[in-house]
């Protein structure tokens, strides 16, 4: 984050876009020192908890591991919909202003059939097999993982959900080690602000002397 928030240099810090976006709207920004996330604690417990909640949805699917953006996406969306110990009230609902539903709410990774929608499929047709990853962010549906198909996601509301089996076969949990992996981001080139210094010059001294004519001796006496 720091080509956003701006680096230190040797006359200050170079504000990046976001500090100078808090600068504008008058927001005073507190930072946590280098290599000490500790200082951070509710950021660092909130990302323990959706870590925890992506390994546990993660070891009691079928799903491969490169969908754990997915469960990660799916946790965020039930942590904004159930209460916490500080405040009564949602996420969503301090958000929005309106309460909300936890009836769509299924099993992630479960077996379903989805029925994509299609004027030339009939009414006997097979469904389509699939998994439950997610819910779509602008529309009321969900959001499935197909293996046998071309198009590997989809989203559809006319769906069977197969939960109960998913259940009475359930299998040990698969061991998942989701590590963080740091990236190194190049510093942008940001121009450093320079300095000039002012040089008061004082006022000259100038000294004058009257002249001295000397008499010759072609000149007149003066009386």
Same mark, same amino acid.
């Given at each position: 984050?720091? !080509?956003?928030y701006?680096?230190?240099?040797?006359?200050?810090?170079?504000?990046?876009?976001?500090? =100078?976006?808090?600068?504008?709207?008058?927001?005073?920004?507190?930072y946590?020192?280098?290599g000490?996330p500790?200082q951070?604690?509710?950021?660092e417990?909130?990302?323990?908890?959706?870590?925890?909640?992506?390994?546990?949805?993660?070891?009691?699917?079928?799903?491969?591991?490169?969908?754990?953006?997915?469960a990660?996406?799916?946790?965020?969306?039930?942590?904004?919909?159930? #209460?916490s110990?500080l405040?009564?009230?949602?996420?969503?609902?301090?958000?929005t202003?309106?309460? #909300?539903?936890? &009836?769509?709410? =299924?099993?992630?990774?479960?077996?379903?059939e989805?029925?994509v929608?299609?004027?030339?499929?009939g009414?006997?047709? #097979?469904?389509?097999?699939?998994?439950?990853?997610?819910?779509p962010?602008?529309s009321?549906g969900?959001?499935?993982?197909?293996l046998? =198909?071309?198009?590997?996601?989809?989203?559809?509301?006319?769906?069977?959900?197969?939960?109960?089996?998913?259940?009475?076969?359930?299998?040990?949990?698969? !061991?998942?080690?989701?590590?963080?992996? =740091?990236?190194?981001?190049?510093?942008?080139?940001?121009?450093? #602000?320079?300095?000039?210094?002012?040089v008061?010059?004082?006022?000259?001294?100038?000294?004058?002397?009257p002249?001295?004519?000397?008499?010759?001796? &072609?000149?007149?006496?003066?009386?």
């Open positions: 984050m720091g !080509e956003y701006g680096r230190h240099t040797p006359y200050g810090q170079v504000p990046g876009p976001f500090a =100078r976006f808090l600068q504008e709207n008058g927001i005073v920004a507190q946590s020192m280098s000490d500790q951070n604690g509710v950021a417990r909130c990302n323990c908890t959706q870590m925890d909640m992506v390994r546990s949805m993660m070891s009691y699917s079928t799903l491969p591991l490169s969908l754990w953006m997915e990660l996406k799916t946790a965020t969306y039930i942590l904004n919909r159930v #209460p110990k405040v009564l009230k949602t996420l969503y609902e301090l958000w202003d309106k309460k #909300p539903s936890v &009836n769509h709410l =299924r099993v992630w990774g479960s077996p379903a989805a029925k929608f299609n004027p030339n499929i009414k006997l047709d #097979p469904k389509i097999v699939s998994c439950l990853i997610g819910y962010e602008n009321k969900y959001r499935f993982y197909c046998g =198909r071309h198009a590997k996601f989809v989203e559809t509301r006319h769906t069977s959900f197969l939960e109960d089996q998913m259940i009475r076969g359930s299998k040990a949990a698969q !061991e998942i080690t989701l590590k963080e992996k =740091r990236v190194f981001v190049p510093i942008p080139m940001v121009q450093e #602000p320079y300095f000039t210094l002012l008061v010059v004082g006022p000259t001294l100038v000294v004058t002397t002249a001295v004519i000397l008499p010759t001796a &072609n000149s007149e006496p003066v009386l």
